[in-house]
């Protein structure tokens, strides 16, 4: 079966970290560029980090440049995203994507 798995959403304080993992099974993965999205609530989906199928570019929206990291495990079908430094205005339902494959999206509340 087709599918990414998302998983490592929480609550956490302002200034913690997290990592969420996004698990991927029924297709080549490392043909693939990966990508983070998010969606706070009343807001559109935007993209949060883009990695290419072998992890050597990534991109990053401004918001979370610095603080944020993408990284890929192709031997584990694995992409992660390391958040450090989290702000209130991180909450969101976080997404993992491949081209015309949605996962079905982790909570992350930063919240004292």
């Known amino acids: 079966q087709v599918q990414l798995v998302e998983s490592g959403g929480g609550l956490v304080q302002p200034g913690e970290s997290l990592r969420l993992s996004c698990s991927a099974s029924g297709f080549t993965f490392s043909n693939y560029g990966m990508s983070w999205y998010r969606q706070a609530p009343g807001k559109e989906r935007e993209m949060v980090a883009q990695i290419s199928n072998t992890g050597v570019v990534t991109t990053y929206a401004d918001s979370v440049k610095g603080r944020f990291t993408v990284s890929r495990d192709n031997g584990k079908n694995t992409v992660y995203l390391q958040m450090n430094s989290l702000k209130a205005e991180d909450t969101a339902v976080y997404y993992c994507?491949?081209?015309?494959?949605w996962g079905q999206g982790t909570q992350v509340t930063v919240s004292s």
């Open positions: 994507y491949r081209i015309n494959l």
